[in-house]
């Protein structure tokens, strides 16, 4: 299925996007956001990996209050730097993929927005 060069673009932009929240709180999903919502209405793919985007975001913030709350007791600090990592490698694989036209579909995801 070929997808034109903006959506594709737009498409990567909401997942690389999320890499602003490793400088910005909450940037993760501020970033993600304005993209989808930017282009949203005019590419299914777009909207598909806005969403797709977001629900990750999302699904990670929820993890990383968990760690925190954790790192209490100690177990939540390796948590949190596997989480860190494996955010970081998730987001540019998807990025990657949405660049090319390809659908991603991140793993242990929340599904919240349909």
């Known amino acids: 299925m070929s997808k034109d060069s903006e959506a594709c673009t737009f498409g990567m932009l909401c997942h690389l996007s999320a890499l602003s929240g490793y400088i910005i709180p909450f940037g993760n999903i501020i970033g993600p956001l304005v993209f989808w919502l930017i282009k ?32 209490f007791v100690l177990i939540g600090i390796p948590l949190l730097i596997i989480l860190g990592i494996a955010t970081l490698v998730l987001i540019i694989v998807a990025g990657v993929k949405a660049s090319q036209g390809e659908s991603y579909r991140y793993p242990l995801t929340i599904r919240l927005i349909k």
């Open 40 to 71: 949203r209405n005019d590419s299914a793919f777009v909207d598909e990996n806005g969403k797709e985007s977001l629900n990750f975001q999302i699904s990670v913030t929820i993890y990383a209050v968990i760690g925190i709350v954790l790192s």
